[in-house]
Nanobody
Framework: QVQLVESGGGLVQAGGSLRLSCAAS????????MGWFHQAPGKEREFVAA????????YYADSVKGRFTISRDAANNTVYLQMNSLKPEDTAVYYC??????????????????WGQGTQVTVSS
């Protein structure tokens, strides 16, 4: 089992920045990748970004490329999402997730077995 705890959400004006953190504990040695997803009210959970744990390869949704940066601190089993130039349409609950085994598709929520409880990000216009 892997436990995930997100933090860093909040209310920010459009154009502002937030940094989300996700601390993992438990069977973290089996992590292949970690990802961030978001879910707005009435919408499906959507991919935001992912990072492979050993090599550090990163993947982003087109909507956040150039604005968001995913990174990891392997020593502390923590993944971060730096969000800059935030827009009202970024408003959602943000979840981090863990994928244990190799996959060619890190964009699907179904590929991830473990999820955090989510943190709310609200961007005002």
């Amino acid at each position: 089992q892997v436990q995930l705890v997100e933090s860093g959400g909040g209310l920010v004006q459009a154009g502002g920045s937030l940094r989300l953190s996700c601390a993992a504990s438990g069977r973290t040695f089996s992590t292949y990748a970690m990802g961030w997803f978001h879910q707005a009210p009435g919408k499906e959970r959507e991919f935001v970004a992912a990072i492979t744990w050993s090599s550090g390869w990163t993947y982003y949704a087109d909507s956040v490329k150039g604005r968001f940066t995913i990174s990891r601190d392997a020593a502390n089993n923590t993944v971060y999402l730096q969000m800059n130039s935030l827009k009202p349409e970024d408003t959602a609950v943000y979840y981090c997730a863990v994928r244990a085994a190799y996959t060619r598709n890190l964009y699907r929520a179904a590929a991830y077995a473990y999820w955090g409880q989510g943190t709310q990000v609200t961007v005002s216009s």
